[in-house]
């Protein structure tokens, strides 16, 4: 079983609907978790971190937290054409900071 | 604004030579930086964990005797490629963070060995 794992996509959503990405990972331990958008070519750019169960709010974007069920979820609402990316999901390994990375789902918001 | 500045951000360079890219974490120290490395399509790869005053830790897998890594500074680590081969062809991002904070990227450099 892969540590981080995600769906690679492509999910295609009409502009203004709801885009939901999922992420699975398997070290029960973990403690921080973030997603990250990346663009072609381009580095990583943090979207979220979540610490704790439930859900944290930054404009568009909602972060959900299980860890009972080791999933965490990044929704996107109102969804822009500028959304279409590649969405990377990372978790800390125990006790240290690194970050081990899902390989990505890629959206495509269509007009 | 950038916490994270990398550079180059490209270089291409002959099979055979190195190449030194350098990470550095914008007014804030950074006891330890990450390297990454990209293939395209693929996930980011954690390569090694630079320690300021210390030996890089390196992953599984990855060569540290090819890939050296010096962190001079709290602000300052720099990975060099040497004798670098078309196959070391990748996209290759460091990363660091602010005390509490979450881990920012720099922009990445796009190695192509010749």
């Known amino acids: 079983q892969k540590e981080v794992e995600q769906n690679s996509g492509p999910l295609s959503v009409p502009e203004g609907a709801i885009a939901s990405l999922n992420c699975t990972y398997s070290?029960?331990?973990?403690?921080?978790f973030f997603w990250y958008r990346q663009y072609s070519g381009k580095s990583p750019e943090l979207i979220m971190s979540?610490?704790?169960?439930g859900d944290k709010e930054d404009g568009r974007f909602t972060a959900q937290l299980n860890k009972a069920s080791q999933y965490v979820s990044l929704l996107i609402r109102d969804s822009q054409p500028s959304d279409s990316a590649t969405y990377l999901c990372a978790v800390n390994i125990r006790n240290t900071d690194k970050l081990i990375f899902g390989t990505g789902t890629r959206l495509q918001v269509f007009p | 604004g950038a916490v994270v500045s990398q550079h180059p951000s490209w270089v291409i360079c002959k099979s055979g030579t190195s190449v030194k890219i350098e990470c550095r974490s914008l007014d804030f120290q950074a006891t330890t930086m990450f390297w990454y490395r990209q293939f395209p399509k693929q996930s980011l790869m954690l390569m090694a964990t630079?320690?300021?005053?210390?030996?890089?830790?390196?992953e599984q897998g990855v060569e540290k005797d090819k890939f050296l890594i010096n962190h001079a500074s709290l602000t300052l680590s720099t990975l060099t490629v040497t004798s670098a081969h078309p196959e070391d062809s990748s996209f290759y991002i460091c990363?660091?963070?602010?005390?509490?904070?979450?881990?920012?990227f720099g922009n990445g450099t796009r190695l192509t060995v010749t």
């Open positions: 990363s660091a963070s602010k005390l509490g904070q979450a881990p920012h």
């Open positions: 070290d029960r331990v973990s403690q921080s």
């Open positions: 979540i610490y704790s169960n």
């Open positions: 630079s320690n300021e005053g210390s030996k890089a830790t390196y």
